[in-house]
């Protein structure tokens, strides 16, 4: 079984896949070379986690794992209306996976936007436009059982 910070990663690749814009465009790595065929694209990854005892006996920890969606879209005119678009489905398409509370997502105690940033990469033709939207992840696991999702 894998680590419950992947699973949540795993969770949220898959609440932004389909979506009408960028469809499956979705990758779980933050190393993933990005062709001009594969925008307008969405890669998940986490970024931090933060960890700390709740209970003693049985020793429960709370978690806050950081998970960025990082969005490309090609340099067009409307790249900044593109990426607007963008980010609004993925922040309706997270919500109702939280609300949905089926698999992963009935352990996730809250999730939350936290920040937004923009930014341009690539050089010549391979430019393009970027953003990336950081959220929390807040869930609990046993102490010596990360891989346990617990509620």
């Known amino acids: 079984m894998s680590h419950a910070r992947q699973q949540i990663r795993d969770a ?13 465009n979705v990758f779980k790595t933050r190393v ?13 990854y986490t970024l ?26 090609q340099q067009i005119d409307a790249a900044d209306a593109a990426l607007d678009m963008i ?16 698999g992963v997502w009935e352990f996730i105690r809250g999730i939350t936007l936290n920040s937004t940033a923009i930014a341009m990469t690539g050089e010549g033709e391979q430019r393009a436009l970027g953003m990336v939207l950081t959220y929390t992840c807040n869930y609990r696991t046993l102490e010596g059982a990360p891989e346990t999702l617990i509620a």
């Open 12 to 24: 949220v690749a898959t609440a932004v896949t389909g979506l009408a814009t960028t469809g499956s």
């Open 32 to 44: 993933h070379k990005l062709e001009q065929q594969s925008l307008p694209a969405v890669i998940v």
């Open 48 to 73: 931090q986690e933060d960890a700390q005892r709740e209970t003693l006996s049985p020793r429960k920890q709370s978690r806050m794992v950081r998970v960025a969606l990082d969005i490309a879209v």
């Open 87 to 102: 980010a609004a489905e993925i922040e309706v398409a997270l919500e109702a996976a939280w609300q949905s509370r089926a």
